[in-house]
Structures are given as structure tokens and as C-alpha cells.
């Protein structure tokens, strides 16, 4: 079922949305300042293209407050705007049966873009 789901995902979407988190990922790869950035963003394309059957966890804080001050720059240069898109989608996606599973992936995918310093995805 998680690759029927999966599928459906990437033709009605999941594809474009994760090559634009890739391009997102390799522009800030470019500089120096941007790689924890870009390294972010490449953790969502992941999960964008294969959210059912995943899982977002909260890592290890190895990192300490580094990854919350990550965070709050993150939340503030785009990832509050991120959050609040999927949460539209998730809402529009609730409105008939067939598309509350999407709404779901929907949901996983805000939890990760608002704040995605110290957690990991974890496939089942």
C-alpha cells in the first residue's frame, strides 16, 4: 500500500516539489554559510519523494543550541512559509476521504520543514 501511495505521491506532485527542495539544497550548497541549510533542504526532498512508509523523528541532541538557533533562522528565512503551505494542502486534502492519507504525509512534511535541525526520517 505505502508504494501504491508513493507513487501516486510523486505523479501528482511529490516529484516537483522535491527537485525544487533539491535546486533549493545545491543553491545553498554553494556557499559556505548555506550548507547546513542545503543539507536540510536535501532531507526533505528525500522525504518528499518517499513519505509513505516514513517517519520523522527527533534526533539525538548532540548538537545543542546550534540546531535551535539553526531552527530559528530556518523558521524565519522560509520554513514557517513551507509549514503554513502544507498545511493548506493538508486541509484542501482533507476535504474528501480519498485524500486524508495525503493530508497525513502533508502533515509529516510541515513537522519536518518548520524545523528540521535534530530530527531524521526513518523508513519502515
Not at 554559510?33 to 527527533?58: H, N, R, Y
Not at 539525538?60 to 546550534?66: H, I, M, Y
Not at 498545511?87 to 504525509?105: D, E, N
Amino acid at each position: 500500500m505505502n508504494l501504491l501511495g508513493n507513487i501516486i505521491w510523486l505523479i501528482f506532485g511529490g516529484l516537483a516539489a522535491a527537485l525544487g527542495y533539491l535546486v533549493g539544497g545545491i543553491v545553498l550548497c554553494m556557499t559556505i554559510i548555506g550548507i547546513p541549510f542545503g543539507l536540510q533542504c536535501f532531507k526533505l526532498a528525500a522525504l518528499e519523494l518517499w513519505p509513505f512508509g516514513s517517519q520523522v523523528v527527533s534526533g539525538d541532541s548532540r548538537a545543542g543550541c546550534l540546531s535551535v538557533v539553526f531552527n530559528i533562522i530556518w523558521l524565519i528565512f522560509g520554513g514557517l512559509y513551507t509549514a503554513l503551505v502544507h498545511l493548506v494542502f493538508a486541509f484542501l486534502l482533507c476535504i474528501t476521504i480519498i485524500g486524508i492519507p495525503f493530508a497525513r504525509q502533508h502533515l509529516k512534511l510541515m513537522e519536518l520543514s518548520l524545523m528540521p535541525f535534530g530530527k531524521r526520517i526513518e523508513y519502515r
